[in-house]
């Protein structure tokens, strides 16, 4: 006997939720937030309108099915099954949050707040939940395979991202690595910078974009879709000892970028999730390239 589907619901705390909890009481948090200038109502409503698309997804799932609700700080211990029907509820940041613990299952991103987020990633309404999960369960929906980022160190840790990843020094110290390339004669340099940036066509939309306008690179930005990663080096410093001609190209689907730590402490995370980060040390190597899984995007 074949197991109902499950729904799987990704959800944050919104800001209101964060204020009370910090300041104990909706008045204290309204007052806290008008010696700055802001009116809590402005707060109170966005809350109101994430909590109301959650509640009417919620509803919209058949009674005969299973549900399970994860919060974002949550999602690196929740386990998610194969069968799982993941809905993610709240800003296209989020989605890409969820991606990086998925392994195929479809994702349909509900925007909570229509008008106010790009909606790259959360594509439908709350309203929509009703007609579409059916339809995905049933297999009878677009769904888009998105390009991910994944960096594998040499003692077997891996990371996956749908944005980017980055490497880099915690806090603002100077990260110091040795970085090469493959299939380039073996080139490598080594380096003093802020940090390392690799990401993917859904990324061009994000923190890749941003640091590509700055360095008016004449790369063209990959598709979401696309087996192509771009990477850049931010500020790289040069000296006697460091270089700074390997600073920006493109990763092809079998290429690596490898980067190798020359610094007491380095880290790795993806989609600016610096809590679930990967933490290396002096020797160790990192490879960064196109993950062979994509994230499964309903359209």
């Not at 197991?3 to 948090?29: D, I, K, N, S």
């Not at 003692?155 to 980017?164: G, I, K, S, T």
């Amino acid at each position: 006997m074949s197991l109902a589907p499950r729904v799987v619901l990704v959800h944050r705390t919104t800001e209101y939720e964060e204020l009370v909890a910090r300041h104990g009481t909706h008045g204290q948090a309204a007052f806290f937030l008008s010696s700055r200038g802001r009116d809590i109502e402005e707060v109170a409503h966005r809350h109101h309108l994430a909590r109301r698309a959650l509640a009417e997804v919620t509803a919209a799932i058949p009674l005969t099915w299973r549900q399970a609700l994860v919060e974002r700080a949550d999602l690196d211990r929740f386990l998610f099954a194969p069968e799982d029907v993941v809905v993610v509820v709240g800003q296209d940041g989020l989605v890409a949050n969820a991606a990086k613990y998925l392994a195929g299952q479809p994702v349909v991103g509900i925007d909570a707040e229509p008008g106010r987020n790009p909606g790259v990633l959360v594509r439908h309404r709350a309203a929509d939940a009703a007609g579409l999960l059916p339809e995905v369960v049933a297999d009878r929906v677009a769904v888009a395979g998105l390009t991910m980022v994944e960096a594998v160190t040499d003692d077997a840790q891996r990371l996956v991202a749908l944005n980017e990843i980055y490497l880099g020094a915690p806090g603002h110290q100077t990260a110091r690595y040795r970085l090469g390339l493959d299939g380039d004669r073996g080139a490598v340099e080594s380096q003093a910078s802020s940090g390392v940036l690799v990401g993917t066509g859904t990324g061009a939309t994000g923190w890749l974009r941003s640091v590509w306008q700055e360095r008016h690179s004449v790369l063209p930005l990959p598709g979401p879709a696309d087996d192509r990663l771009l990477w850049f080096v931010r500020e790289a410093w040069p000296s006697p000892a460091t270089g700074t001609s390997l600073v920006s190209g493109d990763l092809a689907a079998r290429r690596r970028l490898t980067v190798t730590v020359e610094s007491e402490r380095l880290v790795a995370f993806g989609d600016g999730m610096e809590a679930d980060a990967v933490e290396l040390t002096w020797g160790q190597t990192v490879r960064v390239g196109v993950c062979e899984e994509r994230l499964r995007l309903v359209g």
